[in-house]
C-alpha cells in the first residue's frame, strides 16, 4: 500500500511527488499520458514558486529556460498609457527575480525526471483512474492501461491532479462555485523570426480596447503569446485556424516573419471547488480552481495547492500531527484562491471593458487616481495572504505572508536561505531578540523538529538585508515560518512565542 496515491502527473501532480519524495513518502503517480504535452499552455511563474523548485533541487535546471517578465503596459482607448504592472526592486524578498515567463514543455521534462529518480516515488504512466472507494483507513484505485488492462492500487490519501475537467473531482460530486467570469478568447503561441521581433513592442502590453481587448506577453527568447478576445457572433473554432489567426496577428505580424506555435480557443472561467477533501481525498490544482491568465497564476495556484498540502500530510502520515491538521489545507487554500481570482478577475474586467463610455471614464479614472503620472504597481502586490487554518490567530500582518530569503554569506561565497536552514519549521530571530526567545523555543524544538535561527549570530549573516528590513517593518523580534515558507505568526515578546509553540503540540 503506498501512503499517497497522486492523480495526474502535470506541474501540480509532479511537485506534489516530488514534495513527497523528498520525505521518503510512499508515492504513486498515475496519469493516462505517457509524454510531456509540447506545447505551453502555462507561460508565468513567480519567485515562491522558484522557491518551490529550489527546495526540488531543480531551480538551477530551470534557469535556463526563465526569463524575467517584462513590465506589463495598458493602454485605453486613445492608446493612452493608463496603467503599469511591474516587478519589486531588488533586493529580492526571496532570492529570486519575482517574475519570470518560463518554457512549458521544458519545464516539465526536468521536474519529471526529477520525480521519477525518487526511490519512494513510482510513476505509472499510460494509466487513467476509473474509479475509487475509500474507507476509513484507505482509498482503493482502480487503474485501466491503453490496451483496456486493469489492476488496482491501494493509498492511505489521494491526491487528484487530473486538470480542469477533473474526472476525480466528478467521481466525489464536488460541484464548482461559479466567481462569474465566462469569456471567450483566443490564445495564440508564436515563434517570431528576427524580423519580427524589431517590429513588436519591448515590453508586454494590454490593449483594453472596447473593439477587441488583447493581452501581448514576451515570453523566453523568441516566444511571443497573444490573447485575443472573441467577438459576439464569432466562432471560436473557426477563430482558431491558421487563418482567421493571421488575419488577428497582421496588426502585429506577417506570416513570414513568425511560426505559428499554438493557437486555441478558450473559455476563460473564474470557478473554485466548493469542497477540497473528501474524507481521505483532496483535489488541487485545475481541478480544483480556474482563473482568468490575466496575471499568469494558473499553474502557481496549483504549486501554492500542493506546497501547502503536502507538508501537512508529511506531518500526519509520520505520526507528528493529528488529521485535523488536513482540514486547513481546503480552508486556507479555498480562501486564498477566491481572494486572489477576485482580483485578477478585476483586472480581466478592466482590459476587457466592452462598453466605449465606460472604458473612457475608466482611463480617466486611472489617470486621475495617479495624478496623470501613471507609477509601475508590482505584480506581487495583487498577492493576498492566507488567512484561518493554521496560522496564529494574533492579528498581527505578517500572519499568513511569505517569509522572505535572503542571500547569506559563507566561507564559500553567497547561498540561499533554504540551502542553509531547510525547509521544515524555522524560527527567525532578529538581532535584538534576547535570550528568552530561544529559551521559549526549547519544549518546541523535538515535536516540531524546529530550527532556530538569529540575524545576530556571526555565521548568518545575510548580503542583501531583506531579514532585517522584514523584521524593523513588521516591529517583532520573532517570527514562526512554516514549512511551506509562510509566517506561522510574528512576535514581539516571548510569552506569546512560547503560548503559540504551546498551541502547535500534538
Not at 258 to 281: G, I, T
Not at 330 to 354: D, F, N
Not at 378 to 399: T, W
Request: glycine fraction near 8%; charge should be neutral.
Amino acid at each position: 500500500m503506498f501512503d499517497v496515491a497522486i492523480v495526474g502527473f502535470g506541474p501540480t501532480g509532479a511537485v506534489a511527488a516530488g514534495l513527497l519524495g523528498l520525505q521518503g513518502i510512499r508515492t504513486l503517480v498515475c496519469d493516462e499520458l505517457t509524454e510531456v504535452y509540447d506545447k505551453p499552455r502555462a507561460i508565468a511563474l513567480d519567485h515562491e514558486i522558484m522557491r518551490v523548485f529550489q527546495q526540488l533541487g531543480i531551480a538551477d535546471a530551470m534557469a535556463p529556460f526563465t526569463e524575467p517578465f517584462t513590465n506589463s503596459e495598458f493602454y485605453g482607448v486613445d492608446g493612452q498609457l493608463i496603467k503599469c504592472m511591474s516587478t519589486v526592486a531588488p533586493p529580492y524578498p526571496m532570492a529570486f527575480n519575482p517574475s519570470m515567463v518560463f518554457t512549458q514543455p521544458a519545464m516539465e521534462s526536468v521536474l519529471r525526471q526529477r520525480v521519477s529518480g525518487m526511490p519512494s516515488v513510482q510513476v505509472n504512466l499510460g494509466q487513467k483512474v476509473t474509479a475509487l472507494v475509500q474507507d476509513d483507513t484507505q482509498v482503493r484505485l482502480s487503474l485501466e492501461d491503453a490496451h483496456g488492462q486493469t489492476s488496482q492500487a491501494t493509498a492511505r490519501y489521494v491526491l487528484a491532479c487530473d486538470g480542469a475537467s477533473s474526472s476525480v473531482r466528478k467521481q466525489l460530486g464536488i460541484g464548482l462555485q461559479d466567481l462569474e467570469f465566462d469569456e471567450p478568447w483566443l490564445v495564440v503561441d508564436v515563434l517570431v523570426h528576427e524580423k519580427g521581433l524589431r517590429k513588436l513592442p519591448q515590453v508586454s502590453v494590454q490593449y483594453c480596447e472596447p473593439q477587441r481587448p488583447c493581452t501581448y506577453l514576451i515570453g523566453p527568447r523568441n516566444h511571443r503569446r497573444w490573447e485575443i478576445a472573441i467577438n459576439p457572433g464569432e466562432d471560436p473554432r473557426t477563430m482558431a485556424t491558421p487563418e482567421a489567426t493571421w488575419k488577428l496577428l497582421s496588426r502585429w505580424l506577417q506570416p513570414d516573419e513568425a511560426q505559428l506555435w499554438r493557437q486555441a480557443s478558450y473559455q476563460f472561467h473564474a470557478l473554485v471547488a466548493k469542497e477540497w477533501r473528501q474524507q481521505r481525498v483532496f483535489i488541487a490544482g485545475d481541478a480544483a480552481h480556474q482563473q482568468p491568465p490575466f496575471l499568469g497564476q494558473g499553474m502557481c495556484q496549483g504549486i501554492r495547492d500542493v506546497a501547502n498540502l503536502c507538508w501537512k500530510l508529511v506531518a500526519v502520515i509520520q505520526q507528528r500531527a493529528s488529521d485535523a491538521l488536513l482540514d486547513t489545507y481546503g480552508a486556507e487554500r479555498q480562501a486564498h484562491v477566491k481572494e486572489l481570482t477576485s482580483r485578477i478577475k478585476a483586472i480581466g474586467q478592466l482590459v476587457g471593458q466592452r462598453d466605449l463610455s465606460k472604458a473612457r471614464e475608466r482611463d480617466a479614472r486611472l489617470l486621475a487616481e495617479c495624478g496623470g503620472q501613471v507609477q509601475p504597481m508590482p505584480r506581487q502586490n495583487v498577492q493576498p495572504a492566507l488567512v484561518g487554518g493554521c496560522l496564529d490567530s494574533s492579528g498581527h500582518a505578517a500572519v499568513g505572508t511569505l517569509f522572505p530569503q535572503a542571500w547569506i554569506e559563507t566561507g564559500d561565497g553567497p547561498v540561499r536561505m533554504d540551502e542553509l536552514l531547510g525547509c521544515g519549521w524555522r524560527l527567525l530571530l532578529h538581532t535584538g531578540a534576547g535570550p528568552s526567545f530561544e529559551q521559549a523555543a526549547q519544549s518546541a524544538r523535538p515535536c516540531l523538529a524546529l530550527r532556530v535561527q538569529s540575524l545576530g549570530d556571526p555565521a548568518f549573516q545575510e548580503s542583501s538585508g531583506v531579514l532585517a528590513q522584514w523584521f524593523d517593518r513588521m516591529g517583532c523580534q520573532a517570527a514562526l515560518v512554516r514549512p511551506d515558507h509562510y509566517v506561522y505568526g510574528a512576535f514581539r515578546s516571548a510569552p506569546d512565542l512560547r503560548a503559540a509553540l504551546s498551541a502547535l503540540q500534538p
